[in-house]
């Protein structure tokens, strides 16, 4: 079976978010805990799995080193690079996805970018946990939850707060979240970027995903609201870093970004069932 490993929200190798991609040739899901045993081994923070449905479109499952996840964002993106790459899906075209966050519409573009369109997760004002503002060394100006999405959005002062964080990440997989999302306006407005932010997800086997795309979905709507703006762009700042474009339509955020493909493998015979 093949295997991919893409780079997203990028457009250059060994930035943005890596995710491993497998093509499945299979009418059914592969058996849950080979799934879950090929995304322990690539280790990285999420492995997509995606089939062809009878009817049209696609079925699409992501998996972190140790759990399965609700939605994910780069990995989705990471999957439309990999189809694109291989003539499945058209540029210019709307794709379906079916996933455990519903229907997922992605579109890549004639200019090589791809846009994801997803549910908008508007957060909602939430006490700050005790001995959060500890765990991540830093003044927490006000907590928001994300309702389904599972994080809990922090806002810190500034941009250099954000970028500076060195977090407690033991302290932090102790809260009933699945991650953090640190955020701040970006030092200059009028620059590439709105917005940056940090995702830190040790609780479900991701120390620090290096570009979140589903963790916009919140930070779209809030940032929106605050700086009244329907398009931003957003920065996730962490070492490897990456831009993602957001635009909100009601109640989803159009999310845009590039992908390239760094390795491409085949898993040997005994791993492949």
């Known amino acids: 079976m093949r295997i991919r490993i893409v780079d997203a929200f990028t457009d250059r190798p060994f930035a943005g978010n890596p995710a491993a991609v497998c093509v499945l040739d299979g009418p059914e899901w592969p058996e849950e805990r080979w799934m879950r045993r090929v995304a322990a081994e690539v280790n990285l923070s999420e492995t997509a799995y995606v089939r062809a449905l009878p009817g049209g479109g696609w079925a699409l499952r992501w998996f972190t080193p140790t759990e399965e996840a609700n939605l994910c964002g780069h990995a989705t993106l990471a999957t439309v690079h990999a189809l694109r790459a291989d003539g499945l899906v058209e540029a210019g075209a709307w794709a379906a996805f079916e996933s455990m966050s519903g229907t997922l519409l992605a579109r890549p573009e ?56 060195r977090p407690d ?105």
């Not at 004002?125 to 001995?131: F, H, I, M, N, S």
């Not at 932090?172 to 030092?187: E, H, N, S, Y």
């Open 110 to 165: 004639p200019d090589g970018s791809i846009t994801l369109d997803f549910p908008a997760n508007p957060p909602v004002a939430a006490a700050v946990p005790p001995g959060l503002a500890e765990a991540l060394g830093a003044e927490i100006l006000a907590a928001y939850d994300t309702g389904a999405l599972g994080d809990l959005v922090v806002v810190l002062k500034s941009e250099h707060t954000v970028r500076g964080l």
């Open 169 to 273: 990440l033991n302290a932090v997989a102790t809260l009933p979240v699945r991650g953090v999302i640190a955020t701040a306006g970006a030092d200059d407005p009028a620059g590439p970027y709105q917005f940056v932010s940090r995702f830190f997800g040790p609780a479900c086997g991701i120390p620090e995903d290096p570009v979140t795309g589903s963790a916009h979905t919140a930070l779209a709507p809030y940032w929106a609201e605050r700086l009244g703006s329907l398009t931003l762009t957003g920065y996730q700042a962490s070492p490897r870093g990456g831009s993602v474009t957001c635009e909100l339509k009601g109640g989803r955020v159009l999310l845009s970004g590039r992908a390239v493909t760094v390795l491409e493998g085949v898993l040997s015979p005994s791993a492949a069932s």
